[in-house]
């Protein structure tokens, strides 16, 4: 049974850069208004992060992650938030305790994945022998683990991505599966497959609110985030609820 018509908008708690939030988090915000919720933002230095105040998590894009948290090597030229990192990984571990609904956002995917004890390659593009894009555009396409969560939220498995990562998952961490990948093996996103509802994409699928499939994604997240709420099934509200935007789509039903 979907939830989305019943109770008040889930607040999500939204982490951002303090360089780039100022234009990120308005996608962001759009894009959970459409799905039903209601965006706060958190960025390092700015308002108290309050996890018991907010319904979910996802945790945006940004600059590369700190090789020290993954046991990768300091590298010349490479931009750095570490006071961002601290954040993040603080939140994630905060929202994991209270079973919070989370989605990881490019860097947040990554974060994600380390959080829960894997790592990354910190320049994935020497790795895979895949096409580099960096644009905002959907140029990139992604293939989808057939009867992945990701499958049977966004009802697709490809479609195309936008692009702006050097940084990708290399071993997953604890309790993740790969979701998708390019055409050149490199992951592109990750999930959780029981409670609490936990998946990485390592696209902007906030840039891409004008797409059906992307939009699902946000509509996923803030369907766990009523059911965790309600005290039901996280990932199977999330599944209902596709299905059951699924058949609004058909004229009859």
């Keep these: 049974m979907s939830l989305r018509r019943s109770g008040p908008r889930p607040v999500i708690g939204v982490t951002v850069s303090r360089r780039s939030g100022w234009r990120i988090f308005p996608l962001m915000w759009l894009s959970l208004r459409i ?23 996802v945790i945006g ?7 020290t948290l993954y046991g990768g090597e300091l590298r010349m030229g490479v931009r750095l938030d570490p006071e961002r990192d601290d954040l993040e990984k603080s939140v994630l571990q905060g ?11 490019c860097r947040g995917s990554q974060m994600l994945n380390i959080v829960l004890g894997g790592n990354l390659h910190q320049d994935a ?15 990139k396409c992604v293939n ?25 998952v290399n071993c997953l961490g604890d309790q993740l599966r790969v979701a998708a990948r390019d055409s050149g093996g490199m992951i592109q996103a990750i999930e959780r497959t029981t409670d609490p509802f936990a998946m ?7 840039h891409l609110f004008y797409r059906r499939a992307h939009r699902r994604i946000f509509a996923a997240l803030t369907e766990a985030a009523r059911a965790r709420a309600a005290r039901m099934g996280q990932i199977r509200a999330a599944e209902d609820e596709a299905r059951a935007e699924a058949r609004r789509q058909v004229p009859g039903t």
Excluded at 95 to 105: K, Q, S, V
Excluded at 125 to 137: A, C, E, H, P
């Design 144 to 168: 989808v683990t057939p009867d992945s969560l990701l499958y049977r939220v966004t009802r697709k498995n490809r479609f195309h991505v936008n692009a702006l990562h050097s940084q990708a």
């Design 35 to 57: 799905a039903g919720a209601r965006a706060v933002r958190w960025q390092s230095g700015s308002r108290k992060v309050d996890l018991d105040a907010v319904d979910g998590v």
């Design 61 to 67: 894009g940004g600059d590369d992650i700190a090789p």
């Design 200 to 206: 990485g994409v390592q696209w902007h699928p906030e």
């Design 95 to 105: 929202a994991f305790e209270r079973r919070l609904p989370i989605l990881g956002i």
């Design 125 to 139: 593009y020497s790795v895979y022998d895949s096409k580099r894009y960096t644009t905002i555009l959907p140029r």
